[in-house]
């Protein structure tokens, strides 16, 4: 079993609020990601991670920023939510070496 | 960047064999599968790291053509605890280090 957890599983924020999506593992992965997915539809790569002190934007473009300050932790942060951010967030890890991702349970966040 | 999968959906019987396919405009260096239940987690499958490498888990194996950078998931004699929506993983040989999710294809297993 993958130890990555997310919090808050479920999350309905008014519009023009911050908010931090957690991710931690305890596996002692160096790499990190955060994934974004609506439903039924593919994953997009919003962030990454090499280690500590390291974060890189992904592929589709995000206002959320990133910081990875212990290799265990990865938070995400949107500081002005809006409606178009409604989507699941999706966390994960990777050992050194390989891509092999272990996903947390993700984040199902809605802006109202 | 994005790997293109086919069919997007696909309703099996119970014991009925099915084939997903993969397809990258990239040139790639490994093809990752990943299964993601309703409502739950992405599951890695496996890792295809050779051209021309086959590996299975359970009834459900892989093949992965370098040259033509396509993959494919074959599932036989499928159960209903295969129902999910399978992604396959793309690592390509420029740019980061990282995997480019395909599209996803929607199996459903019903009795």
């Known amino acids: 079993e993958a130890d990555i957890y997310q919090t808050p599983r479920y999350l309905v924020i008014g519009t023009g609020k911050k908010i931090t999506l957690e991710c931690s593992q305890t596996?002692?992965?160096?790499?990190m990601y955060w994934y974004q997915q609506d439903p039924g539809m593919e994953l997009h790569l919003i962030h990454y991670?090499?280690?500590?002190?390291?974060?890189e934007k992904g592929d589709l473009s995000s206002e959320s920023t990133v910081s990875r300050i212990r290799t265990e932790h990865f938070p995400l942060t949107l500081e002005s939510a809006r409606p178009s951010h409604t989507s699941q967030y999706l966390c994960?890890?990777?050992?050194?070496?390989?891509?092999?991702?272990?996903f947390g349970q993700g984040t199902r966040l809605t802006v109202v | 960047q994005q790997p293109v999968q086919s069919p997007q959906a696909v309703i099996l019987r119970e014991g009925e064999d099915a084939v997903i396919n993969c397809s990258s405009s990239?040139?790639?260096?490994?093809v990752h599968w990943y299964r993601q239940k309703h409502g739950e987690a992405p599951v890695f499958l496996m890792i295809?790291?050779?051209?021309?490498e086959q590996k299975g888990h359970e009834k459900i194996s892989a093949s992965f053509n370098e040259k033509k950078q396509q993959s494919s998931l074959y599932l036989t004699a499928s159960q209903l605890s295969y129902s999910g929506t399978y992604f396959c993983?793309?690592?390509?040989?420029?740019?980061?280090?990282?995997?480019?999710f395909g599209t996803g294809t929607r199996l459903t297993v019903i009795p």
């Open positions: 295809l790291l050779k051209g021309g």
């Open positions: 990239k040139a790639l260096y490994s």
């Open positions: 991670s090499y280690g500590v002190n390291s974060t």
């Open positions: 993983g793309t690592e390509i040989k420029t740019g980061a280090n990282n995997l480019f």
């Open positions: 994960a890890s990777s050992a050194p070496g390989t891509l092999e991702a272990f």
């Open positions: 596996m002692g992965h160096d790499k």
